[in-house]
């Protein structure tokens, strides 16, 4: 479902009535540090985003990314009160979390410093599903976290460096932060994205400029 969702967003993204002549479109390969009680510790994956220009040095930027990771814990299938004779042995799960954030916003484009290398800041409103299921490595047992009904509504920050290789094509870094704001709480049960804290996001990867190869 949720490449779907990601797939519908560039699709919606290239219909709008924007000069592509001045669009950019980035890709990457992005990680973020999460450290979600074992539930999801650095999930990594590729990302997209298309600016679509207002002015020399602002434009709105559209993101989507999806992240996945692959992880072996040992803890109990018990949560809150066990039922009698049930067994709450820690035992070995093998767990496959999956991390989707779509946002919207918008990047500004300070005069660079360096010749060659373009500076951007960048300011989103998001949207962060995150998924977990823990299969038991020998057993039927299945241990699934309590995760956010639907997309969570955050935000996140940052600054990217636009290195140009071509005409066509350039290299990109960047670091930010994004405050997904899960607030997956309750009084029972594994509450591992509870916490309301803002995480550490890395990627590297290339920018397209379409008025490279438009007449």
Request: overall charge negative.
């Amino acid at each position: 479902m949720k490449r779907y969702l990601i797939a519908a967003l560039l699709i919606l993204v290239a219909g709008l009535h924007a000069d592509a002549r001045a669009q950019d479109l980035g890709l990457e390969y992005g990680t973020t540090r999460a450290g979600y009680d074992q539930a999801l510790q650095d999930p990594a994956g590729l990302g997209a985003y298309l600016d679509l220009p207002v002015s020399d040095r602002f434009a709105v930027r559209l993101t989507a990314s999806h992240q996945t990771e692959a992880t072996s814990i040992r803890r109990s299938p018990c949560t809150g009160l066990a039922r009698p004779g049930e067994d709450c042995s820690i035992r070995s799960f093998e767990g496959d979390a999956q991390w989707t954030v779509l946002g919207a916003g918008l990047a500004v484009r300070p005069t660079p410093a360096i010749a060659g290398f373009e500076p951007e800041l960048y300011l989103l409103v998001t949207g962060t599903d995150v998924d977990a299921v823990f299969p038991e490595q020998e057993g039927d047992a299945r241990l699934r976290p309590i995760t956010p009904d639907g997309f969570a509504i955050g935000w996140s920050a940052g600054a990217q460096v636009h290195y140009s290789v071509t005409a066509l094509v350039g290299l990109t870094g960047r670091v930010g932060v994004l405050a997904p704001q899960l607030d997956a709480c309750g009084n029972d049960g594994w509450f591992a994205f509870c916490d309301d804290r803002t995480l550490v996001e890395f990627g590297v990867g290339m920018r397209l400029n379409w008025s490279a190869f438009l007449p």
